[in-house]
């Protein structure tokens, strides 16, 4: 008899893993790796650089973090297994990842200097890059239990396949997770990748992400 099931980890960014849940629903007959990217975007106004800092914290859809863009993703995987005559082995494994970026997007002026709008170019450029790092880590993570899963080798029973399974993927999860938090010690957040807004002095916490 053939059964399936399904895991999900939500990984936000100041990480914290979603309970998981089993699912019984009927799997696809052939392993694959999917990826959904969306970008969502907030409104900042503002003539000066100035102006844009004010803008930038009030309009941030979260209240107790500086930074002024956020990656949140997940990674869902679904397993396949048959239990034969003497052993339960995997027949496909999929994933799927879930990536979604919030930005700022500064509606110009036409009393903005064109400093101001090269700064800002310059600034959500950067901004994008460090954001779309942290996507990455998505994408890497599935491509690692894909690896990793492949590797597995059947089980007394289908219990322990999927326990055993389950188990190498939320190590990647963890894994992950902290890769992400040496990606922002490394990078100090985006700032050595240009993700600064000149003229303003902001303290990066120690303990939060971009």
Known sequence: MF??????????????????????????AYAQNSTVWTTNYYAVTGDTIRDIHRSLGQARPWKRSEHDAVTQWRVEWHLNYIQGAGDCRLTTFSTRSFIQITLPKWTRSTNAAPAVAQAWDNYVTALVRHERGHGQMAIAAAAEMHKRVKAVRADANCEALK???????????????????????TTNHGQTQGARLWGRERPTPPDSNR
């Not at 939500?10 to 019984?24: C, D, E, S, Y």
């Not at 188990?167 to 938090?181: D, P, S």
Request: hydrophobic residues 45%; contains cysteine.
């Open 163 to 185: 326990s055993r399974i389950n188990g190498l993927c939320q190590q990647v999860i963890a894994e992950h997770k902290q890769h992400e938090l040496t990606y922002d010690k």
């Open 3 to 28: 059964q399936s099931g399904n895991q999900s980890v939500v990984l936000f960014r100041r990480a914290w893993l979603a309970p998981l849940i089993w699912i019984v629903l009927a799997g696809p």
